[in-house]
C-alpha cells in the first residue's frame, strides 16, 4: 500500500451506532488530518495531529472523537451521530516543515458515512 | 481574515477547448499555493503547487498554474480539455512559516463539466 488508505469506503449506520473510521499513511509525514465535506459546505477542517498530539479541533461536537495512536494511523471515532453528519470525510498528511509552515497534503479516498 | 475565492461555482467546456479556472486569495504575506482535483466519491489530488521560483508552474496532466502576486491570484490554465477532467478543482493556500500546523485554506471549489 502506497499513499493515504481509508476504511471502511462506505458506512451506513444509525443514530444510536458506534463506529470507527481508520486511516493509514505509508509517507512517513508527521501530521495528519481529518476533513469533513458534505453537499452543502466546503471542505471543514476537524482535527489536526502533529506528531501525534491533537493541535487543532475546529469546534467539532464530542460526538466525533479522534484518536491517533502513532504518527501513521488516525482514528475517527463516531458515536450517536445525526443525519446530517452524512458526509465524505477525507484523511490527509502532510510533513511539517520546520519553519511551521504548511506543504502539500495527500488525501486518502475517503469515507462516505451516511447517518439513518 | 485569511481567505481563498474561487468565483465560478460551476464551468462548462467543450472537449478541446481552453480553460482557465480562477482563485483569488486573501492572505497577510504570499502564501504557498496549491491546486488540487477532485474526481466523484474520491479524495482530493495535488496538480500542482507553488513555493517559490517562477511564477508559471507547471503540474500533472496538461495543467498549469500562474501566480501573480499584484492581483492575489493563481489561476488554472489547460490549452486543451479532455472528457476525463471533468471534476471538482480546490485551490488552497498556506502559510510559509508559523504555528499553522501545516494547515491548508481551500476555496469553495470549482466544478468542472466537459461537452463532447
Known amino acids: 500500500e502506497t499513499g493515504v488508505t481509508q476504511t471502511p469506503r462506505h458506512l451506513v449506520m444509525g443514530m444510536t451506532n458506534k463506529k470507527s473510521l481508520k486511516c493509514e499513511q505509508h509517507?512517513?509525514?508527521?501530521?495528519m488530518y481529518w476533513y469533513k465535506q458534505s453537499a452543502k459546505k466546503p471542505l471543514e477542517l476537524m482535527f489536526v495531529?502533529?506528531?501525534?498530539?491533537?493541535?487543532e479541533n475546529n469546534s467539532v461536537p464530542s460526538r466525533f472523537s479522534p484518536e491517533c495512536p502513532n504518527s501513521s494511523h488516525l482514528f475517527l471515532h463516531l458515536h450517536t451521530l445525526q443525519p446530517e453528519d452524512s458526509a465524505l470525510y477525507l484523511c490527509?498528511?502532510?510533513?511539517?516543515?520546520?519553519?511551521?509552515?504548511?506543504?502539500?497534503?495527500?488525501f486518502g479516498p475517503g469515507t462516505r458515512l451516511t447517518v439513518l | 481574515a485569511q481567505s481563498v475565492t474561487q468565483p465560478d461555482i460551476h464551468i462548462t467546456v467543450s472537449e478541446g477547448a481552453s480553460l482557465e479556472l480562477r482563485c483569488n486569495y486573501s492572505?497577510?504575506?504570499?502564501?504557498?499555493l496549491f491546486w488540487y482535483v477532485q474526481s466523484p466519491g474520491q479524495g482530493l489530488q495535488l496538480l500542482l503547487k507553488?513555493?517559490?521560483?517562477?511564477?508559471l508552474v507547471q503540474g500533472i496532466k496538461g495543467f498549469e498554474a500562474e501566480f501573480k502576486r499584484s492581483q492575489s491570484s493563481f489561476n488554472l490554465r489547460k490549452p486543451s480539455v479532455h472528457w476525463s477532467d471533468a471534476a471538482e478543482y480546490f485551490c488552497?493556500?498556506?502559510?510559509?512559516?508559523?504555528?499553522?500546523?501545516?494547515?491548508?485554506?481551500f476555496g469553495k471549489g470549482t466544478k468542472l463539466s466537459v461537452k463532447p
Open positions: 492572505y497577510g504575506a504570499t502564501p504557498y
Open positions: 490527509a498528511s502532510s510533513q511539517l516543515r520546520t519553519s511551521g509552515g504548511a506543504d502539500t497534503q495527500y
Open positions: 495531529y502533529s506528531l501525534e498530539e491533537r493541535v
Open positions: 507553488y513555493f517559490s521560483g517562477d511564477t
Open positions: 488552497a493556500v498556506g502559510a510559509r512559516a508559523g504555528g499553522s500546523q501545516g494547515n491548508l485554506i
Open positions: 509517507l512517513g509525514h508527521n501530521a
